[in-house]
């Protein structure tokens, strides 16, 4: 039997992720994980910014199968994270937004991944022009070139996209 440690662990799955393992079909592997914050003892006073949240749900792995096709597994375990919510009054948007110091992010619902992701991409463009006082051209232009579309829910009914972009290729 094979192991994987806790100390090989990502936050993002990508296809860049080197292996930390490679197995056969039928060969067992172990899998040590932690807890949604990397086991750390985090005291119930924290305040949490939005850097701290890139560091939550930490991966075991990636495991590289030989012959295997490519798969997608998730486990979702309990946890919680508390966040400082502001509110912007007289400010109405269309879809959830995630903004921090690197980029933007929009999400985009719908019952197919075609419209959650045409929803994701349209929500983006609007606020580039409405918030980042854009061109409609400009916009769809560094969306075009710089825009990163990821599904973030594909298991019931209403699939979630989200639509990022980087700052950097927006100012």
Do not use: W
């Amino acid at each position: 039997m094979m192991k994987i440690g806790k100390a090989n662990h990502v936050f993002n799955t990508s296809i860049s992720n080197e292996p930390a393992q490679y197995c056969h079909s039928g060969d067992i592997v172990k899998f040590e994980t932690m807890d949604c914050f990397s086991n750390v003892l985090i005291p119930e006073s924290t305040e949490f910014e939005v850097d701290i949240l890139k560091n939550t749900n930490p991966a075991t792995g990636p495991l590289y199968i030989y012959d295997g096709e490519i798969g997608e597994c998730g486990l979702e375990i309990e946890g919680m994270v508390t966040i400082i919510v502001t509110v912007l009054k007289g400010k109405r948007i269309a879809a959830p937004i995630l903004e921090t110091e690197d980029f933007i992010e929009i999400i985009g619902l719908g019952s197919t991944l075609e419209e959650a992701s045409q929803n994701a991409s349209r929500h983006m463009h609007d606020y580039m022009i409405k918030e980042l006082n854009m061109s409609e051209n400009d916009a769809a232009i560094r969306l075009c070139l710089c825009g990163n579309l990821k599904i973030c829910h594909h298991v019931n009914s209403v699939k979630t996209v989200a639509m990022r972009i980087d700052k950097g290729m927006i100012t």
